[in-house]
């Protein structure tokens, strides 16, 4: 994969490009749908876990967003974002949790460790569309991409 590089002042890239570290295979494919259901024209990386996260970050993948699953094998969501926002070269990357987990100790402890925003994940695709389009309307905005380009 190729690392994406901004400079200040620069034109964006036309898609935003998003990274979902998420280990099961049909709400992955269930986050794409809804993507192209929006109309929102993003570049999609999927991570199987969080350590594949971490590898593709490390090795210069610099999304415009990050939406991350709690549980996951290898290494977890919360250990996955701790590693991300104590990375100077990544922490400034927007992580959003979206998991199965409406736990209040995993949403403070999220927060805590600076997520950008936590959302249980919908049972229905109409609601998981409604999810995406409040992240991809805020995240996915020119004026939110030049804030968190590196």
């Not at 990050?66 to 974002?81: A, F, I, K, Q, S």
Request: glycine fraction near 6%.
């Amino acid at each position: 994969m190729i690392g994406l590089q901004f400079t200040p002042g620069a034109a964006l890239p036309e898609s935003p490009v998003l990274l979902l570290a998420e280990d099961n295979r049909d709400d992955a494919e269930l986050i794409r749908e809804a993507l192209a259901e929006l109309g929102t024209s993003v570049t999609l990386h999927r991570a199987a876990d969080g350590r594949e996260a971490l590898d593709m970050l490390q090795a210069g993948l610099r999304p415009d967003l990050v939406l991350l699953d709690l549980n996951m094998p290898r290494l977890g969501g919360r250990e996955t974002l701790k590693a991300i926002k104590a990375d100077p070269a990544l922490r400034t990357i927007p992580v959003i949790i979206l998991t199965t987990s409406d736990a209040d100790q995993d949403i403070r402890a999220s927060y805590h460790d600076h997520c950008s925003g936590y959302f249980v994940k919908p049972a229905t695709i109409d609601e998981l569309i409604d999810v995406l389009r409040q992240v991809s309307s805020f995240w996915f905005s020119p004026h939110a991409r030049r804030l968190t380009t590196h």
